[in-house]
């Protein structure tokens, strides 16, 4: 303000603070020819001075006032001005092996200008270092993978673009999305991992590749045709591949922990309907055993009623074979069929089998807790007798993942059902994922949580430089002071708002 006001004429103030505002927010000067004005920072501009803003039209036919007033300003806020620096280079070439996006990577270079305090120069500059750098970038990838790859994994992935048999290649298979869940579609996707694992890429670590680069190249080879993917350079056809291939594997597996899912929940609700639809069956019955209870409990709770009278006396109210007739009818309800939903279930059991064995044949569980480790030790049983076609459990299968009120059930006689047991095992596979308990090796959605931060060791080599372009302490000691400051800060906000 008083660097302002020592300036003459009122059309000088509100062109200079305009100038000020404008560079302070956008980084970079106002363009001389036209002189650019945007009417929200002038509005402000004369709001902060009390100069009406009209007078810029005075401002903007000097342009040497314009320019000595710019140096001015870029000495009093230490401005550089824009060159191409080795940092400049080096931040944008780290960002490229991050995001593939241009307009991502302009965002990030206007940023690194603004935080090193150098003018930011027009679009068109800044896009041709970053299209020179992302270059380099992707030549740097390219290469690095190219090394990883061999001659026959070179030709699975171009055998993926060749159209065999039908009208569609492997590739168009692969984006398709998966259906209604069903024992069928839950198939088709462990067709798609068996086309992935016979390419042999899930043996390449490609995780030094970052994520989101790797996502932007999937997302381009759903874009394309195989035949646009044909006519790309090998190196970079391989590249986008891989990482397509990377990308939809480790969606397909959470796809198959989601059918799997919706395929137990729809099992479960069928076999709620079906008990609804016998108890409505036997409505009349029901409503019969209830006034025959009624009957019975008010006779025994009648207390001027001798105990050596009560059978003769209930009997005398309820016929006794009308009451053999509704115990028997009774019984499907109270210990058949119909008596759990988990009975119901176990009916559907060769439903089941269509899919589960091809489910953990292709998924890879995981647990830190030790709650499930029975749970882990059945899935490995079952998969054995899956693979030497057994159908008796061994005398030692563990039961300890069965909730209690399932294992009269699962042993109705102290032995074990083979049906009731894996129809149980299935059912604890959806509940121990759904509840964070169990994982899936390679899945997105359903990993360890562990997996979704990166290796303490990488940690540790940007740590510091994290905190310091976040503006957060990293040392202990200055963490107390600094959330102090920042609560007393937003108190005194409140008040003030308030």
Not at 62 to 70: D, K, N, T, V, Y
Not at 88 to 103: D, G, K, N, P
Not at 346 to 374: D, G, M, V
Request: glycine share 2%; aromatic share 8%.
């Amino acid at each position: 303000m008083e660097k302002i006001k020592s300036y003459r004429g009122s059309h000088n103030k509100v062109g200079f603070a305009y100038q000020l505002i404008y560079v302070r927010l956008l980084n970079y000067f106002p363009k001389q020819k036209p002189f650019e004005i945007i009417d929200e920072i002038l509005s402000f501009a004369e709001m902060q001075i009390g100069i009406n803003k009209k007078e810029i039209s005075a401002y903007v036919k000097h342009r040497q006032h314009i320019s000595r007033h710019q140096e001015h300003i870029r000495e009093y806020l230490r401005l550089k001005s824009f060159q191409v620096s080795d940092e400049l280079c080096q931040f944008l070439l780290e960002e490229s092996h991050r995001v593939e996006q241009i307009t991502l990577l302009l965002s990030e270079a206007k940023r690194f200008l603004k935080n090193d305090k150098s003018l930011q120069p027009s679009d068109d500059t800044l896009e041709r270092l970053i299209v020179t750098q992302r270059e380099k970038a992707r030549q740097q990838i390219f290469s690095k993978l190219e090394q990883m790859i061999n001659d026959d994994i070179k030709a699975k992935l171009d055998g993926l673009l060749k159209i065999n048999d039908g009208r569609s290649s492997k590739l168009q298979y692969l984006k398709n999305p998966p259906s209604v869940p069903s024992p069928k579609s839950l198939l088709n996707l462990v067709k798609k991992l068996t086309i992935i694992q016979e390419t042999r890429i899930s043996k390449i670590d490609i995780t030094w590749i970052n994520n989101n680069y790797q996502r932007s190249l999937a997302k381009y080879a759903h874009r394309c045709s195989a035949n646009r993917l044909r006519e790309l350079k090998p190196l970079h056809r391989y590249t986008v591949l891989t990482c397509f291939l990377w990308q939809v594997s480790r969606d397909t597996m959470d796809y198959m922990v989601d059918t799997h899912s919706k395929i137990m929940t729809k099992v479960y609700s069928g076999a709620e309907n079906k008990i609804d639809v016998e108890i409505r069956k036997n409505k009349k019955n029901i409503k019969k055993s209830l006034l025959m209870l009624k009957t019975i409990g008010s006779t025994l709770l009648d207390n001027d009623i001798v105990d050596a009278d009560l059978r003769k006396i209930i009997f005398k109210q309820i016929k006794k074979n009308e009451l053999k007739s509704q115990i028997t009818e009774s019984e499907p309800l109270l210990t058949g069929k119909y008596s759990h939903v988990f009975n119901v279930v176990i009916t559907k059991f060769n439903y089941l089998r269509r899919f589960a064995p091809a489910l953990l044949e292709h998924l890879q569980f995981e647990t830190e807790s030790k709650q499930a480790n029975a749970l882990l030790k059945a899935v490995d049983i079952l998969r054995d007798m899956n693979d030497e076609n057994k159908r008796r459990l061994p005398h030692d299968a563990p039961i300890g993942f069965i909730p209690s009120k399932l294992k009269n059930i699962v042993m109705p006689n102290g032995n074990v059902d083979r049906k009731a047991w894996e129809c149980a095992l299935l059912t604890a596979i959806r509940d121990e994922i759904k509840s964070g308990n169990l994982s899936v090796k390679g899945s997105k959605r359903y990993g360890q949580f562990n997996d979704f931060f990166m290796p303490e060791n990488e940690w540790k080599i940007i740590r510091t430089d994290f905190f310091k372009r976040a503006r957060l302490p990293y040392k202990l000691n200055e963490i107390p002071a600094y959330l102090r400051k920042r609560l007393n800060l937003s108190s005194e906000l409140f008040w003030v708002l308030k």
